[in-house]
């Protein structure tokens, strides 16, 4: 059976239903990272088949969903997700220990009591695996004002969505 558009031109049955009933071929893929407005690593969404096609299985961005590889990821996932939660409780811990403590740090200084360079979140991880044998990453530190005198300042460690407090005691070396 043959349909016409309005021109007389031949069209195919898709073609003459309606927009609303158009069905577009579609596949379901399991993410392999995140996709900007698409979705998160392991996700399965369903996508059309030309942009699953044309750049997520080309860039090697997701898999077809129901292959072999795609149950591995979700496992890969699964213990990542689990990595992170056990990370952040340690991290919990962590801000537990160091919340209120004080941390000494010798540095030379002139005689008004300026230092000669500021202190950075290096040397204070330093100072914490010095004292306590703890490492700490210098981007979780964050230190409001910069450190340039003799004395004792507030530094924040942070930890997910909150900050702790810890001092830090910045004594003259002796020469």
Known sequence: MRF???????????DALPNHERRIPSVKVTLLRDVLKLGKKGEEKEVSDGYARNYLLRHKLAV????GISLDIKKQIQ?????KEKQKREEIKLAAKLAGLKIVVVRPANQQG???AAISPQEIVKSLEKALHIFVDPDKIEIRQPIKSLGQHKVWIKVGDTSKEFTVDVKPSVS
Do not use: E, M, P
């Open 4 to 14: 016409l558009n309005a021109r007389r031109r031949r069209i195919t049955i898709r």
């Open 64 to 67: 077809t969903a129901g292959s």
């Open 79 to 83: 213990i990542g997700v689990k990595q």
């Open 114 to 116: 300026h230092l000669f």
